[in-house]
């Protein structure tokens, strides 16, 4: 496995993740991605990845998985459908680090664009995408779903 960060690993997420994914998800989204939409994506062939902390000490280490992502590719370009990372792991640049990666992988295999919908209420991440150089190319009325109705999607892009 590849380190992402110093202790942190990274690995190609497998259906059997799919209940240590479901609590990340869910911590992260207020419409979360159901156990089915995670199935469908492997079912699809999407590009889904791991990344494990190791916890515990001595023989009671054990990997912990702590974030994800999912990427569809179609001929050269990517688009990132989902990315989160646990509450108790977050602001430890598991992100940052983990899209960068997934940039010069993409970028190594020719592809020239990563598109991402981000919630034009999640700031946080929005300046996290910027920081990595995405830009904004448009945005789509009432995407999301909200508990009190739709919010607002908008669309970046960055050419790899």
Not at 31 to 49: H, I, K, L, M
Not at 60 to 89: C, G, K
Not at 94 to 107: F, K, N, R, V
Request: glycine share 6%; aromatic share 8%.
């Amino acid at each position: 496995m590849p380190e992402l960060l110093p202790g942190f690993r990274v690995r190609a997420l497998q259906p059997d993740d799919i209940p240590a994914l479901l609590p990340i998800e869910a911590a992260g989204q207020p419409t979360p991605w159901s156990a089915e939409v995670f199935r469908d994506c492997f079912r699809s062939g999407y590009r889904a990845t791991a990344v494990e902390a190791e916890v515990g000490c001595g023989e009671a280490r054990r990997p912990v998985l702590v974030a994800f992502q999912v990427i569809h590719t179609v001929l050269d370009e990517a688009h990132l459908l989902n990315v989160a990372v646990h509450p108790d792991w977050q602001r430890r640049g598991i992100a940052a680090a983990l899209l960068q990666q997934t940039m010069t992988a993409l970028a190594a295999e020719d592809f020239s664009v990563l598109y991402l919908e981000v919630r034009d209420s999640n700031r946080g991440a929005r300046a996290l995408y910027e920081r990595l150089g995405f830009v904004l190319s448009g945005h789509r009325k009432a995407y999301y779903r909200t508990a009190t109705g739709h919010e607002d999607a908008l669309l970046m892009l960055r050419h790899l």
